[in-house]
């Protein structure tokens, strides 16, 4: 099973990057994709999910209206979109297969919950 994360870099202040996150190893189609972010100090966050199952998602209030996930399940990739960057964004970003929701997103699911985690890639927002 893997998880390979790509794309995070050193961006200014309402800059834009894409995140990748590749997947094999396991049926991509039986699990939801979350991404998660951890800056220094602090605790791993969830930013944003998505279901294999119907295509919702799940954005956090820090990032909703910035970022955008997106999924490719012929590539079994799922892309974060990250647009008018904040410093605060700076953080190591992880892609993690687990729970696949249905419908409507009441909150990102917890970080015991999912299987499969990737190496992260770091993201660096200057001011």
């Known amino acids: 099973v893997q998880l390979v994360e790509s794309g995070g870099g050193l961006v200014q202040a309402g800059g834009s990057l894409r995140l990748s996150c590749a997947a094999s190893g396991f049926i991509f189609d039986d699990y939801g994709i979350g991404w998660f972010r951890q800056a220094p100090g602090k605790e791993r966050e969830g930013v944003s999910g998505?279901?294999?199952?119907?295509?919702?998602?799940y954005y956090a209030d820090s990032v909703k209206g910035r970022f955008t996930i997106s999924s490719d399940n012929a590539k079994n990739t799922v892309y974060l979109q990250m647009n008018s960057l904040k410093p605060e964004d700076t953080a190591v970003y992880y892609c993690?297969?687990?729970?696949?929701?249905?419908?409507?997103?009441?909150?990102?699911?917890?970080?015991?919950?999912?299987?499969?985690w990737g190496q992260g890639t770091q993201v660096t927002v200057s001011s």
């Open positions: 993690a297969a687990g729970p696949n929701p249905l419908g409507v997103w009441a909150t990102m699911p917890l970080l015991p919950e999912y299987d499969y």
């Open positions: 998505i279901s294999s199952r119907d295509g919702s998602t």
